[in-house]
């Protein structure tokens, strides 16, 4: 058995079939409920920093990963968060850790989805219960959170540009550290990852990339890349590597233990050592290799890390390693929420009030989405759906299942998804792109240049548009509105609750042109879906109320965009109810672009002496800039009137995360928030 000698960087490892500690890391704990109480870790409360590892022996190192896995386990159960992808990652996160020396060595990772065992070695074990909660951890590596996150992420596929980029300052700067890039296999389909590759062949870099394939990314890996790795790992070969570094084409061992169904349904034969995507590219090539067996993982980058030039490893891992369910369901297990409270007997539930067994479950946005989807293309078969890996989370599930043949995933590729829809429009085909605001930001050059510049017929749904809660600034949706209204031929719609984004997305739908229907995440306040769609008027406003006596000196136009309308609308009666010499208008605007200017000019007209905007949205460059621009530059009752103007929205600096709540009381836009600047523009 190994025994970790005192420096990292002098590692010697080997492992065979007969090594005890090659046949202990198959003997790997495999649990079936999450914990509620804390387990008992010895091994992982001894490591406090990742040096401590190196007193380890190999034998400890596997008790270690089913300690850590465990404590992940209940860890994930207390405050929710990611999952599968951070069980599949624990032996190497171990690997790695106790062969390089970081922070010194730049480990950088890829999405961050997998980082939570990271955080737990590099010191952060205790605070892991915070993770996501504010003022807790972060979902994500975040540099400012520790030394040993080289790189913040929360987008995928950065990795390996990033870590080239360390690598080339160091090689600048004469400095010799290991740079190792985890990237996952679905990470990989982005094209940004093969930029990089290709840049580092041709910089002959000093780059560790280690391929971390599960079959996943948050849905299950598709298209040709995916089946070129499932080409690789069924041949029943690998490309292993020497004591030397050179690599040798050997059969793989058995590894029965390792359950993986079938991913390609196309065998090969022996492939030859050139015949994969890397060593086409210029890679040094090893794999793949079973990413949970610690005695193979520390040989083999152990060895790879003295190689010079870009290297890939190339491992395959179980998302949800070591919890049953979330082997069987990856997808459902990509995150959890938190455990919830256990259930009091039904003795001493008596006579408390229980909630109304009838009253039906606000509907989430991206399910009004989905019913649309299905609804809409049962009626018009030009109807084409495109998503970037987001099948599940945009609610695009029962149409791919009742429209297969006009469904793409086109795996985590935005540039690629706008310009495939900007294709399809030139066709005739009306295209739907499913996609989250921070994702669209990806696709921008594209959304500008291939779709509007024509003035193509695609409409963009974009979910999670506003605050994000946990997930925190890296997937926060605060910057669509500005980003998008600059741009000509685009119309941008921005839906009050679940009936009106239904019929917006109608609305959209039927208009020829660019457009943008924005909704954010969860549910809405459960408005009934009305049948059958309607085709609202386009930049067309709507009053929703008007409180107060029209004998009122001080006279508020309160302009909501998007679901801030509810808040509005609370926030007015307030203001109201507390002086009765304030008179709100409630406008729900309902379009950010084009404006209803005819509907601004009406209110000027009738004395309104105060303005005020909402949007879940960036102030700068936002709705209410948008509204500013009209009412300095075209509109002639602002001229005459001069009414005081402000606007409320998200100030100039990335909201952390916490729950949406926390981050709405953070911005001002909860209703005390929105309550307190109305009354400082009305004094």
Known sequence: MQQSPSSPQSHSVSASANDPAAQLSNLQQTYTVIPRMRPQTPLLDSIAVPTDLN???????????????????????????HFGANLGVVELTIALHYLLDAPQDQIVWDVGHQAYAHK???????????IRAKDGLTAFPERAESVYDTFGVGHSSTSISAGLGMSLALRYQGRAQTVACIIGDGAMTGGMAFEAMNDAVQQDADLLVILNDNDMSISCSIGGFSRHLAMLWESGYQVDISDTGAPILCRRPDMQTFDRRKRHKEMRDVPQLEDNLFKAIGFTYFGPFDGHNIPELLRVLSLAKQLKGPVLIHIYTTKGKGFAPAESDPVGYHAISKLPVEIEPESQTKGKETSNPSTKPALKYSQVFGQFLCDKAAEDDNLLAITPAMEEGSGMIEFARQFPERFFDVAIAEQHAVTLAAGMATQGIKPIVAIYST???????????????????????????????????????????????????????????????????????????????RYPRGTGTGAVIEQPAQTYNV??????????????????????????????????????????????????????????????????????THIATMEEHVIMGGAGSAVNEYLLNESAGFKHSRPAVCNIGIPDRFIAHGSQAEQFADCGLDVDGVVTQLEQLLS
């Open 55 to 81: 007193a380890l022996t190999t034998a400890q190192l596997i008790t270690l990963a089913d300690e850590l896995r465990l404590f992940l386990l209940y860890s994930a159960g207390q405050s929710g968060g």
């Open 120 to 130: 737990v070695l590099t010191g952060r074990r205790d605070l892991l219960g915070t």
């Open 439 to 517: 994702f669209l930001q990806r696709g921008y050059d594209q959304l500008i240049h291939d779709v509007a510049l024509q003035n193509l017929d695609v409409m963009f749904a974009i979910d999670r548009a506003g605050l994000v809660g946990e997930d925190g600034a890296t997937h926060a949706g605060v910057f669509d509105f500005a980003f998008l209204r600059c741009v000509p031929n685009m119309l941008i719609a921005a839906p009050k609750d679940e009936n009106e984004c239904y019929h917006l997305l109608n609305t959209c739908y039927e208009y020829q042109g660019c457009t943008a229907v």
């Open 539 to 608: 930049g067309e406003a709507v009053i929703e109320s008007v409180l107060g006596s029209e004998s009122a000196p001080k006279k508020l136009a309160l302009l909501a965009f998007g679901t801030t309308v509810a808040t509005a609308q609370q926030a007015a009666e307030r203001l109201v109810n507390a002086n009765e010499n304030h008179q709100v208008h409630v406008v729900n605007m309902r379009w950010v672009k084009p404006l209803d200017s005819a509907l601004l000019e009406t209110l000027l007209l009738q004395g309104i």
